[in-house]
């Protein structure tokens, strides 16, 4: 296993567009993160699921802004209505029922122009 | 919620110096603390946790220290070398309903000069 990997690395779209993005965790771990990070800032959390269900959401997570984790392995991040204000790095992370330790993807950082 | 405060917000040191950065939280229910390193254009990687049931822990050049009381935790590094070069993060979890979700620090950046 190589760790959380996340789809695409980088994303540029239009103000208005749709976009998605792909967050596959570590195999086995039951917990996926879904933060979101501007430049010079810590990660702010966006939302949890415990196996295919979704336990928390932060006030961060507008109407615009969906994820899903259908089969509680894979979970996607669906922004509609792209605005400027939603540039910034996208990052999935997992965790285990058994141990508290959250690891981090790469990150999906989107522009929006 | 939990509010998770770091400082300082740059840190340049030389390289063999020490480095410490310090973490203060505000929710007397998180029990534990993780500590991450991001490079430029890549995730958060965890280098080192502590648990509150833990008042410090070393690993190496790192090491973390707890206080509950105070609500603050603190991460050293000694020997820094050019490669330490990177943003710190402090995080801070409990554990309602067994989600740990992190509150994150707005991070260090830390300059090793050779």
């Known amino acids: 296993d190589t760790g959380v990997s996340q789809d695409p690395r980088h994303k540029i779209t239009k103000r208005g567009q749709n976009v998605t993005f792909r967050c596959d965790p570590i195999s086995e771990h039951n917990r ?20 295919e269900a979704q336990l928390e959401k ?4 507008s109407d615009r802004f969906s994820a899903e984790r259908p089969k509680g392995s894979f979970s ?3 922004i509609q209505r792209t605005e400027q204000g939603d540039s910034a790095m996208y990052l ?19 522009t929006v122009v | ?33 993780p500590w991450y ?3 430029l254009g890549k995730g958060p990687q965890l280098i080192i946790d502590i ?6 822990k070393k690993d190496q050049r790192i090491a973390v220290t707890l206080n509950k009381t105070a609500k603050h935790f603190s991460l050293h590094i000694t020997e820094t070398q050019p490669e330490d070069s990177a943003v710190y ?8 309903g067994g989600s740990y979700i992190p509150t994150f620090g707005r991070g260090t950046s830390l300059i090793v000069h050779p």
């Open chain 2, 37 to 39: 390193k991001q490079e």
């Open chain 2, 89 to 96: 993060f402090c995080a801070a979890s409990s554990q309602p």
């Open chain 2, 51 to 56: 648990r509150s049931n833990v008042g410090e």
């Open chain 1, 32 to 51: 996926l993160y879904w933060y979101r990070q501007t430049l010079g800032q810590g990660p702010e959390f966006l939302t949890y699921f415990q196996n």
């Open chain 2, 1 to 33: 919620g939990e509010n998770v405060e770091q400082h300082p917000s740059t840190l340049s040191v030389q390289e063999g110096d020490s480095a410490v950065i310090k973490c203060t939280y505000s929710d007397s229910a998180s029990n534990y603390f």
């Open chain 1, 92 to 110: 999935c992370a997992s965790s285990s029922k058994a141990t508290t330790e959250a690891f981090f993807g790469q990150g999906t950082r989107l």
């Open chain 1, 58 to 61: 932060s006030r961060l997570l």
């Open chain 1, 76 to 78: 996607t991040l669906e």
